[in-house]
């Protein structure tokens, strides 16, 4: 393996053309592949706030349908009040809204915010990282306590560097009091990201409670060892129960999936909602082998036309005694390490462009990384990419008969 | 050493039947040095082809060692002209990306040998073809004679019992031809068993036997 290992650096060196256009190639694919796994890490991974995906089950979606009418979207605060509480399997549960955007005024400035009404629980669901205070409890949800946990930056917006606990800021026309500050959560993180954070029952109506269609989410913290498939089984159950009350709707629908399953159904997928996670990863990977495959094409394009100039070389090595399955083996090393180099060079430039996307500011608080599991996801693209592209090559190239190959004939 | 009994070998496409080789029975001993000529085109390298079981023929048997080989796969004929036979050609057939030492090692890759014992039997390869000075140097950078000792020194670092050269000074001029045939000759006297294929007919006399074909055919 050594020596195949060293030939294979050699004859890329010495093939410099080659070499660059191949690595070119490779390295922009792959650069787009591990860009986009970042942020898919950054939205799905186990970071920031959402810090257990593999346990937490979430309800985004809700639609009831009649004959005549349809309503769909997010998922109403009525529908998730009577299916999530008491699940067997779930250590806690929450109901928080969606964000809205809010302008006010602060000592004369016109601030712009994203506020989320949820209830206490939330700060138990998700884990927010506190640079100063406490979230509110339950307590301030029954009781509609005006307070506020804000971001860093909001923080630093409202009232500059220093302690905000215990100050006061105006929103949709109410003073609320800050009792934590948290550290900014990016925008892409949609379920979890906001300026500040309130209680739900600040609400000005209660007109929200009966919505089964509306503007909230729910998110489900599994008991350990639950099964998942069971609490989604049960709340299917629960959410055919729950009464309609209205002539025009027959159908309520809603499910409890994975974060990644029911943000991918949401935005992505509209027709896969309520499939396994797996069906819409199986989707991603298809993607991302459409995406390779143009440059997989064009590499084992040039490499089929480099059999010619390596006619003599198959010939000689055939001659003295490599078996067809040596040859392969040979010619796919090559390609992997092509890959690899190409892969290394792409690990770079992603670095680069995700540095460069953080400090444009384009995603709010987005702090693109690239971590040990998207640098796993890049050495495993990379080799499906260096076998994908070297393996019709490399079995052309092998099945060249000697004498053939040592005259430059192919048959 | 190696024997052919009644070989032919036939080559088809769709219009044509080109017969190369036509009952040729040819027993070499081992230790022998035979020169094989005939007319281009006479099926000179296809025999060599066949003998060094880089070609199967279409008909009659080949046995080398009193084995006949017949019915083997490709493992099994890759292994056996790897311990068996070496090979040198008109046109050298170096791998222009490695070096001399590289290039001579090909063999020795295919076999389950130490790093440390493969780089000694290059060492001592490269010093019977009188090129030690030159061994990491790239085929690019020797003159046409070096690079046919290399390819020599190529063909018997695996110490195989026959070497089978098509043509081995056709690309060289008479004081090189002359150098490359002394190698042979050494190798030879050392117990080496070679098969040339030569148009030259003061080479040819300088061996101990000479086999002619024609059209195919075996006339001497």
Known sequence: ?411 | MIRLEDVSKVYRTDRIETTALDGISVAIDRGAFVSVMGPSGCGKSTLLNVMGLLDAPSGGTVSLDGAPIRGYRDREVASLRNAKVGFVFQSFHLIADLTVSDNVEIPLLYRRMAGAERRKRVATALERVGLTSRRDHFPTQLSGGQQQRVAIARAIVGNPQLLLADEPTGNLDSQMGDEIMAVLHELNEQGTTIVMVTHDPRLAESTHRTIRLFDGRQVQ
């Not at chain 1, 990016?186 to 500040?196: E, G, N, Q, W």
């Not at chain 1, 991302?288 to 440059?295: H, K, R, S």
Request: aromatic share 10%; with cysteine.
């Open chain 1, 1 to 411: 393996m050594r020596s195949t290992l060293k030939l294979a650096l050699k004859v890329l060196l010495r093939r410099k053309f080659f070499t660059f256009v191949s690595l070119f190639a490779v390295a922009f694919t792959l650069l787009v592949l591990l860009v986009s796994a970042a942020m898919l890490d950054h939205i799905f991974g186990p970071q920031g706030p959402e810090d257990r995906p593999d346990r937490t089950l979430v309800v985004l979606k809700a639609e009831i349908a009649g004959e005549q009418s349809r309503r769909n979207g997010w998922a109403g605060y009525g529908l998730l009040a009577r299916t999530l509480p008491e699940m067997p399997g779930v250590e806690r549960s929450t109901i928080f809204a969606v964000v809205r955007k809010l302008t006010t005024y602060h000592e004369g400035r016109k601030i712009t915010c994203f506020t989320r009404r949820t209830d206490g629980e939330f700060w138990n669901v998700f884990r927010f990282q506190f640079l100063e205070g406490a979230p509110y409890g339950q307590d301030a949800e029954t009781q509609a306590l005006p307070v506020a946990v804000v971001s860093e930056s909001t923080r630093d917006r409202f009232f500059g560097p220093g302690r905000a606990v215990g100050k006061t800021l105006e929103l949709d026309g109410r003073r609320l009091r800050v009792v934590g500050v948290v550290r900014n959560v990016p925008s892409i993180r949609f379920l979890t990201f906001a300026d500040v954070w309130l209680p739900t029952s600040l609400s000005r109506s209660d007109a929200y409670k009966k919505d089964l269609v509306g503007d909230f989410a729910g998110a489900m913290l599994l008991a350990a060892g639950a099964n998942a498939d069971d609490v989604s089984a049960e709340f299917a159950r629960r959410v055919a129960n729950v009464p309609i009350n209205d002539d025009r709707f027959k159908t309520l629908s809603a499910h409890a999936s994975t974060l990644f399953g029911a943000v991918a159904s949401f935005f992505v997928f509209e027709g896969l909602e309520g499939k396994p996670p797996a069906v819409i990863l199986g989707v991603l990977w298809l993607m991302a082998i459409l995406f390779m495959a143009l440059p997989a094409l064009n590499l084992i394009n040039l490499n089929l036309s480099r059999i010619l100039e390596r006619a003599s070389e198959i010939g000689v090595r055939k001659s003295f005694g490599a078996t067809s399955g040596a040859l392969v083996r040979q010619f796919l090393v090559e390609n992997i390490v092509l890959a690899g180099l190409g892969g290394a060079l792409a690990s770079v430039l992603t670095a680069i462009v995700l540095a460069a996307l953080n400090r444009s500011g384009l995603i709010p608080h987005a702090s693109f990384a690239l971590n040990f599991r998207v640098l796993g996801w890049g050495v495993l693209l990379t080799l499906v990419f260096g076998i994908v592209s070297g393996v019709l090559p490399a079995w052309r190239m092998s099945r060249l008969h000697p004498v053939g190959a040592l005259q430059g004939r192919f048959e």
